[in-house]
């Protein structure tokens, strides 16, 4: 059974950093892109970057380069998000979801989800 | 930056059909992908490859493509189909991916 686990709730206060987890089981980790997909309170899905954990090709929506890392640990199963200077504005649930097929397949598994809450 | 537009809401009595629809430049180009998320749940993928249906997914759930838009049809809608629906796809050089606004279905 394919699963995505992603590490719990987080709560921090401006300028702290973060890394989030997303560990796959059930499938073979290399081999299937795996997704960040942010979601603020009340609003839609956005998405953030993406990365290959076969290869460590990674890419980034315009709108989050330079604002987040991702990253993955092949050895492990894990793919993460990292923020080096959390803002109020970052906010939101986050999720990791495996691409079904290629780079643009559809995400046809999701984790559970992550919430971020920054606040001072 | 590319963007995929969705009217903001859709509503549907019961048994009847709901179509959602997507806009986008490079849909001819791209595939394009459904998603529903009910509150306090991680999204589903309900169509994929603009009208292929996941397994486990209810047969009343299809999608088409025509030129720059993509359409979401749901037959004979249920209660439990009311959710938010997200289209998703890739711009034109399939260098990023991007989600449309979202539309929340009503079913009255």
């Known amino acids: 059974e394919v699963q995505l686990v992603q590490s719990g709730a987080e709560v921090k206060k401006p300028g702290e950093s973060l890394k989030i987890s997303c560990k796959g089981s059930?499938?073979?980790?290399?081999?299937?892109?795996i997704g960040w997909v942010r979601q603020m309170p009340g609003k839609g899905l956005e998405w953030m970057g993406i990365?290959?954990?076969?290869?460590?090709?990674?890419r980034y929506s315009p709108s989050f380069q330079g604002q987040v890392t991702i990253s993955a640990d092949k050895s492990i199963n894990t793919a993460y998000l990292q923020w080096s200077s959390l803002k109020a504005s970052d906010t939101a649930m986050y999720y990791c979801?495996?691409?079904?097929?290629?780079?643009?397949?559809?995400?046809?598994?999701w984790g559970q989800g992550t919430l971020v809450t920054v606040s001072s | 930056s590319y963007e995929l537009t969705q009217p903001p809401s859709v509503s549907v009595s019961p048994g009847q059909t709901a179509r959602i629809t997507c806009s986008g430049d490079?849909?001819?180009?791209?595939?394009a992908h459904w998603y529903q998320q009910k509150p306090g749940q991680a999204p589903v993928l309900v169509i994929y490859?603009?009208?292929e249906r996941p397994s486990g997914i209810p047969e009343r759930f299809s999608g088409s493509s025509s030129g720059a838009t993509v359409t979401l049809t749901i037959s004979g809608v249920q209660a439990e189909d009311e959710a938010d629906y997200y289209c998703?796809?890739?711009?034109?050089?399939?260098?990023?991916?991007?989600f449309g606004g979202g539309t929340k279905l009503t079913v009255l």
């Open positions: 059930g499938y073979s980790f290399t081999s299937y892109w």
């Open positions: 490859k603009d009208s």
């Open positions: 990365i290959y954990p076969g290869d460590s090709d990674t």
């Open positions: 979801a495996r691409q079904r097929d290629g780079y643009n397949g559809g995400f046809d598994f």
């Open positions: 998703q796809s890739a711009d034109s050089s399939g260098s990023y991916l991007v």
């Open positions: 490079a849909l001819s180009k791209q595939s």
